[in-house]
């Protein structure tokens, strides 16, 4: 009898036990995210220190503090190196349990965090890298991305240029998975729409001399020539492609993928005319120009949002809108992502979208112009519109998805 009791107590002590634990998680409202990208180089206006604005904006304006939550925002450089991001991420999530994971422009260092959150059970809200794949062939169920990607680029700027009489191409493209991906997508596009490449060339990460890659693209006598980089290299290029007269000499510039900060930095008399896609533009309606004025005085350079710094405040108010909606933080990448595609999503930025099975958040897209000096009425008035992108032409249809998430 004793032996029975004594059994029957354990038992019940264990049960007991394991109520509360489950109890102790499920209230757990301690939040840790890491914000992850260029602080330094050529990415760095892009996103940078402001993205950590915007990611402790989204903290704010969740209201998670003032119910008692205790969420915590730290941010490292990963130099556009994968090794150095992943190392960096690992030890977020090791040593200072680190839940989520912002930003990661460079789609190398995306692709890499991507595989660590999956191991770790952590969570990437990516807004920062734009390649496809990671909601195609590598999306798993602990990555989402929120802003953009090398299909909506492609499917943007390079139909719009190819039907409106760009039919021959030519590539300046970055060497590594951002750059591979967009002339794929934009190649893919250009080709479905009756228009050939002639070419491209490779460059690497950060250069500053494109000199040898211009007077390819010129002798190609290509119509377009398609800038398949970012940031630093995107204004470098541009600036170089004026000298040479490529523009002069007949032939069109598609910046693939540009940002406000892009434009501000080479000014309206040279980035005059560029088209290209983007899905957040500060003033484009009431509430994104009522966001990105508080923003402005909240940025450490005072600059108005790029798209990306607009995507990580969404997603991060949207991760933390999930994890009030499962009562506490689980700690548990997957079922925090799984709750973030259930809820609907719904912010001031780029409004509402369904967050799909791949990971990929649904919303419009913008084909845009440079306006030209004179049309420009007032600081940061650069954006002319040209057409709306629906949202399920900007993605990529679930049912040609190679994403292994997704049931055909």
């Known amino acids: 009898m004793t032996t029975t009791y004594a059994r029957r107590l354990a038992m019940l002590l264990a049960a ?3 109520g509360f634990a489950g109890h102790a998680s499920a ?5 840790k995210i890491g914000v992850l990208n260029d602080m330094s180089s050529l990415y760095a206006d892009i996103g940078g220190p402001n993205s950590v604005a915007a ?12 119910k008692g939550w205790t969420i915590e925002v730290i941010s490292g450089d990963h130099q556009n190196k994968p090794d150095v991001g992943v190392n960096i991420a690992r030890q977020w ?41 990671l909601t195609g062939k590598a999306c798993n169920a602990n990555t989402v991305s929120f802003t953009y990607d090398t299909y909506m680029l492609a499917n943007g700027t390079g139909k719009a240029l190819t039907k409106a ?37 490779k460059h690497p990460i950060n250069s500053s001399d494109f000199s040898s890659f211009l007077l390819q693209a010129q002798s190609s006598k290509a119509k377009v020539v398609g800038l398949a980089n970012a940031g630093g290299d995107t204004t470098n ?14 032939q069109r510039l598609a910046a693939l993928l540009l940002f406000v900060t892009d434009v501000h930095a080479l000014g309206l008399k040279v980035a005059q005319g560029l088209t290209f896609t983007e899905s957040f533009y500060w003033d484009l309606n009431d509430k994104t120009r009522a966001w990105s004025k508080r923003f402005m005085e909240a940025s450490p350079k005072h600059t108005m949002p790029s798209m990306t710094v607009a995507g990580n405040y969404a997603a991060v108010l949207h991760y933390l809108k999930a994890l009030e909606a499962l009562g506490g933080n689980p700690h548990d990448g997957a079922k925090v992502v799984a709750k973030m595609k259930e809820i609907p999503t719904d ?18 897209a913008y084909l845009f112009e440079v306006k030209k000096p004179e049309e420009s009425k007032y600081p940061w008035d ?27």
């Open 16 to 18: 007991t036990t394991l």
């Open 27 to 31: 209230a757990d409202k301690t939040v």
């Open 55 to 66: 990611v402790n904006m989204a903290v704010e304006d969740s209201g998670l503090k003032a």
């Open 93 to 133: 999530i090791d040593s200072q349990k680190v839940d989520a994971i912002a930003d990661t422009p460079n789609s190398g260092v995306a692709l890499a965090v991507s595989n660590l959150v999956k191991e770790k059970n952590a969570i990437l809200l990516n807004s920062g890298a734009a390649t496809a794949d």
């Open 165 to 201: 009489g760009g039919d021959t191409w030519f590539f300046l493209t970055a060497d590594y998975a951002f750059g591979a991906a967009l002339e794929r997508d934009t190649t893919a596009v250009v080709t479905a729409n009756g228009g050939k490449v002639l070419g491209s060339v």
């Open 237 to 250: 290029a541009i600036k170089q492609a004026a000298e040479f007269g490529i523009v002069q000499g007949g």
């Open 347 to 364: 912010d001031p930025l780029f409004g509402k979208g369904p967050l799909r099975a791949d990971g990929r958040r649904l919303i419009p």
């Open 382 to 408: 650069y954006y002319k519109l040209i057409a709306t992108i629906a949202p399920e032409d900007a993605a990529k249809p679930l049912e040609a998805s190679d994403c292994p998430l997704v049931k055909k």
